[in-house]
Structure formats: structure tokens, C-alpha cells
């Protein structure tokens, strides 16, 4: 038998963990968000093709003050992207990252669990492992993007 998951995260530019959430394998991805994956965070929030939906930028944007910015898929229309904006999406990679030193260091990628207790204490002590690395992946010169866009 077999029985997945899916790890939903929220990284800030320093590569820290901000929130997550475990989802069984088959939820779509903007799921969590719409149940609060977000409640607790500010600013601008940025995803890939995957969580495009106007309803959830709404949303985020109404109930929490929260600029959802996602890349556009290829049969909608252009929309004007502030420079500072277009590049931290393209730094967005970043989350990719993370989730590759999730899977591969913190070895949370795991497909022989006995339990589901079993699979709980391998992903939380990931986690945990990881929130403690001293050096994490960060987005370089995120105040020069500042300085870039006020220029």
C-alpha cells in the first residue's frame, strides 16, 4: 500500500522556516493556503505556476493584507511587475532549495516508515535538524533589490 504526502512550507529570504503544513498527497496545492497556511505572515508572498488563482490573491490580500505574487502561466494575460517584485521571483528558487536540503541532509524523504508515528518523528526531527543548520540558503542582496526598484 502506499500513502502520500505533501510538505507545504513558507520560507522567509533568510531560509527559515516560517510555516508549514503536512497535507495527504492528493490536496491540491493552494489548499492550505486557503485554510491558513499564511494567517500568520505579512508582506508580499511569492509561488510558482502551481497556486495561480485570482479568488486566493484576493483572499490573502482581504483577510490577511497579503501581496500574492505568482508567475503567470502561458495563456494569461501580462501583468506589470514591480522591478523589486520580478526580482524576487525569480529568486524563488530559493524554496526549491530548501526543500532539497530537506530531502537530502535532513533525509525527510523517506519511503520505508512502519507507522505513521514513524513518519511524524522522521519529519519532525528533519525539521527540527534543519532549523538548526547554522548556514542555510539565503537570497543574496535583498536590499539591493530595494535600492534597485527606488532607482
Known amino acids: 500500500w502506499f500513502y502520500g504526502f505533501k510538505l507545504h512550507a513558507i520560507i522567509n529570504h533568510h531560509g527559515e522556516l516560517l510555516s508549514i503544513r503536512v497535507t495527504p498527497g492528493n490536496i491540491d496545492d493552494r489548499e492550505p493556503l486557503r485554510q491558513g497556511l499564511a494567517?500568520?505572515?505579512f508582506g508580499k508572498?511569492?509561488?510558482d505556476r502551481g497556486y495561480v488563482?485570482?479568488?486566493l490573491k484576493d483572499k490573502l490580500f482581504n483577510d490577511f493584507?497579503?501581496?500574492f505574487i505568482t508567475k503567470l502561466r502561458r495563456n494569461m494575460k501580462q501583468q506589470i511587475l514591480k522591478p523589486i517584485d520580478e526580482a524576487l521571483l525569480n529568486g524563488?528558487?530559493?524554496i526549491e532549495t530548501v526543500f532539497d536540503e530537506l530531502k537530502n541532509l535532513c533525509q525527510i524523504e523517506h519511503s520505508r516508515h512502519r507507522s505513521f508515528t514513524g513518519f511524524a518523528a522522521n519529519l519532525l526531527a528533519g525539521l527540527i535538524a534543519y532549523c538548526w543548520f547554522p548556514?542555510?540558503?539565503t537570497l543574496k542582496n535583498v536590499s539591493a533589490y530595494g535600492q534597485?526598484?527606488?532607482n
Open 148 to 150: 534597485a526598484a527606488k
Open 65 to 67: 493584507n497579503i501581496d
Open 45 to 47: 508572498l511569492f509561488g
Open 53 to 55: 488563482s485570482q479568488d
Open 39 to 41: 494567517n500568520d505572515i
Open 92 to 94: 524563488r528558487s530559493l
Open 135 to 137: 548556514f542555510k540558503p
